[in-house]
């Protein structure tokens, strides 16, 4: 166990919705990564927040943004969904600055019909 | 810019035999790199770190990692494998800003 929560498990939506993906980091850990992974990307990198602001932005879709909020939980939002957004999606966290030592929840599995 | 490459997407071995998964880097700053395994359907769990000192560097389920700086390599290996190893690794580095992952290697083990 990470220490890294991710709710929900498992999200199946159409196309079109929008969904809100929530993460807990570990326990005093300031910074928050997303990640989505699929067959065809890979894991890919998102975007990252460290103590309620961007930090980094990688290859997210202007359809998605992502928040973190005073208490260090993280939201991802993704709107407009298409089927090719079906995806595992990941949130990390990391405490260590410099190291980059990134701890991983357990995914959300997003599936788009 | 960092880069990892990872050698084979996919590796195959036997029950007990050497494993050896391979990865290269680039990175402009002396780079901290790490070693994370994905079992099925979960998340990405840390196997081992270099970050500073010793180049022989042991993690979790009996894995352990050699940074060459000469070669830009930080490969994987375990002396013999288990059925439970079956699982995809990832060889990742930092440049103290981002993390870049390597694309994956797939680990199957045969009986």
């Known amino acids: 166990d990470s220490g890294v929560t991710q709710t929900p498990k498992h999200l199946i939506t159409a196309t079109g919705q929008r969904v809100t993906l929530r993460c807990s980091p570990r326990s005093g850990d300031l910074s928050v990564y997303w990640y989505q992974q699929s067959l065809d990307q890979g894991l890919q990198f998102l975007i990252q927040y460290y103590n309620g602001e961007e930090r980094a932005k990688g290859n997210i879709l202007e359809r998605f943004s992502a928040q973190q909020f005073p208490d260090l939980h993280s939201e991802l939002n993704l709107s407009s969904l298409e089927l090719g957004d079906s995806a595992l999606y990941f949130c990390a966290s990391s405490g260590n600055r410099g190291i980059n030592e990134q701890y991983f929840g357990p995914g959300t599995r997003l599936t788009v019909t | 810019a960092q880069s990892v490459t990872q050698l084979g997407s996919h590796v195959s071995v036997s029950e007990g035999a050497l494993v050896l998964l391979r990865c290269n880097y680039s990175s402009s700053v002396p780079p901290y790199l790490f070693w994370y395994v994905q079992y099925p359907n979960q998340g990405l769990q840390l196997l081992l770190k270099y970050t500073t000192g010793a180049t022989l560097v042991k993690g979790i389920n009996g894995f352990e990692a050699e940074f060459k700086k000469s070669e830009t390599s930080f490969h994987l290996t375990k002396p013999s494998a288990h059925m439970s190893d079956a699982a995809e690794y990832f060889c990742?580095?930092?440049?103290?800003?981002?993390?870049?992952f390597g694309k994956g290697t797939m680990l199957l083990v045969s009986p």
């Open positions: 990742a580095v930092s440049d103290r800003n981002t993390l870049t």
